[in-house]
């Protein structure tokens, strides 16, 4: 009897771990995830328009249609406490197009006004959900990196820092010297080929008339000179997220070649002092002649063409012609997104010339050229300051001056040059004109 009340007490005791078992049967383990968690991080490589490069790729589980977040550490001090009031900021959204081994593809979907993205962003994963991750495909891109920018997509035109490709750049200007008082009138045209090659050509005229009043001589210089120009970009163009100028990648070097022909003509004349001329009047005093009565005398009164030969001496001129050619070296270098320094080097017969510039842009551009035309952002404002040195020239050795252009649209440039020695002072104004179509 006991015993038995023994056994029953042990029953109830562990009755409820007996009831409990049927409720907890033995079963597989929850499932884990397929998918091991992504990182939250990454940085962008490349920026190219609207195309980016992440450093995310399929070892880190990367799949198509995965967003991420620009997000910057935007640092905005209080000008009187010093705190820093600024914080973790969202730029944009991409949204991955293709994915690589080490690296993944994606496009922008949406952008904050007036941000641009940078190589180095920080990215962080999107909070749209992910799709699932698609079949593995057998084919492989060749090359995640190219060396070369990709044709621009549907609708957009490839350029090159000139312009459009097989586009044209026109300018147009004019100047004036205002002591030896030369008017000068030119032309240039400039037309992108490829990514790396521009060709163009330009022409000259200039005129100036001076008198000698010591050799009563009058004296006209004429000169105008035709040539050509070969722009090559040796650096790769767009390489993304990388900085430009509108004068090429950063970093990068530009040759600009050219030669021509240069013909100069002066006229030398004596000088039309018209009222001296006049002063034949004197010599029409043939009514004295015209007192002897003898008719036959006149013709002696007709000897007034010696006075005559006064229009011989104003008529004749003397012309002198020459020409020779024009070879010209130019050396780009793109310092920085808003610094460019260039060296040149022109040679003539008479002339060696040495010379050099330094650009600054007020504001830069952006690397998908929003807002902006060949010669920099639109409302900003281009400074050049120049110099040269002639080796051979006797006068007007060295020159300097300074250069302002204005982008005012996407296809207008106006500009304004003084440039100065110690005698000449020069102004002239242009108009560079860019049309953004294909000529074939």
């Known amino acids: 009897m006991i015993r038995m009340r023994i056994l029953t007490s042990l029953l109830l005791l562990s009755g409820p771990a007996f009831a409990q078992e049927p409720h907890a049967p033995p079963g597989p383990a929850p ?33 198509v ?12 001090v209080h000008p009187i406490t010093g705190e820093n009031l600024g914080g973790r900021t969202t ?18 979907v949406s952008l904050l006004p007036g941000a641009t993205l940078t190589k180095l962003d920080r990215i962080r994963m999107g909070n749209e959900p992910m799709e699932p991750p698609p079949q593995p495909q057998a084919e492989a891109a060749p090359n995640p990196m190219p060396t070369e920018a990709p044709e621009a997509p549907a609708g957009e035109l490839a350029h090159n820092p000139d312009g459009v490709l097989r586009g044209l750049d026109v300018g147009l200007g004019g100047g004036y010297e205002t002591k030896q008082k030369t008017r000068t009138i030119g032309a240039d045209l400039l037309i992108p080929l490829t990514k790396r090659f521009s060709l163009g050509g330009d022409y000259g005229d200039s005129k100036a008339s001076h008198a000698d009043t010591t050799l009563n001589l009058s004296t006209t210089d004429s000169e105008n000179e035709m040539g050509g120009r070969l ?4 650096g790769r163009w767009l390489r993304g997220g990388e900085d430009i ?15 021509g022909t240069r013909s100069l003509k002066t006229v030398t004349a004596p000088a039309q002092q018209t009222p001296p001329a006049q002063q034949t009047p004197p010599a029409q005093q043939t009514p004295p002649a015209q007192q002897t009565p003898p008719a036959q005398q006149t013709p002696p009164a ?20 020459a020409s020779e050619n024009v070879l010209r070296f130019g050396l780009i270098l793109p310092m920085a997104r808003k610094w460019t320094l260039g060296l040149g080097y022109n040679w003539e017969k008479n002339l060696s010339r040495v010379s050099g510039w330094l650009r600054y842009y007020t504001s830069a551009i952006d690397p998908d050229w929003a807002g902006a ?16 040195y002639d080796t051979k ?48």
């Open 373 to 388: 035309n060949p010669d920099g952002k639109t409302g900003s404002l281009v400074i050049t300051l120049f110099g040269s």
């Open 31 to 63: 499932a884990a995830s397929s998918r091991p968690a992504q990182p939250t991080k990454g940085y962008v490589l490349r920026v190219m328009g609207k195309i980016v490069y992440l450093d995310l790729g399929l070892r880190d589980n990367v799949r």
């Open 302 to 321: 007709q000897q007034t063409p010696p006075a005559q030969q006064t229009p011989p001496a104003g008529t004749s001129v003397t012309t002198t012609k």
């Open 393 to 440: 020239g006797v006068t007007s050795k060295k020159w300097m001056g300074v250069d302002l252009k204005v982008p005012m649209s996407g296809l207008l440039t106006f500009g304004l040059t003084y440039d100065t020695n110690q005698k000449l002072r020069r102004i002239r104004g242009g108009l560079n004109i860019h049309i953004e179509k294909k000529l074939w």
């Open 245 to 259: 100028n509108p004068d090429g990648d950063v970093g990068s070097v530009v040759l600009d070649l050219g030669g």
């Open 91 to 108: 730029v944009g959204t991409v949204r991955v197009t293709q994915v690589f081994e080490k690296l993944s593809v994606a496009e922008v």
């Open 231 to 234: 722009r090559i970009y040796l």
């Open 65 to 76: 249609g995965d967003t991420f977040e620009i997000v910057r550490d935007e640092e905005i």
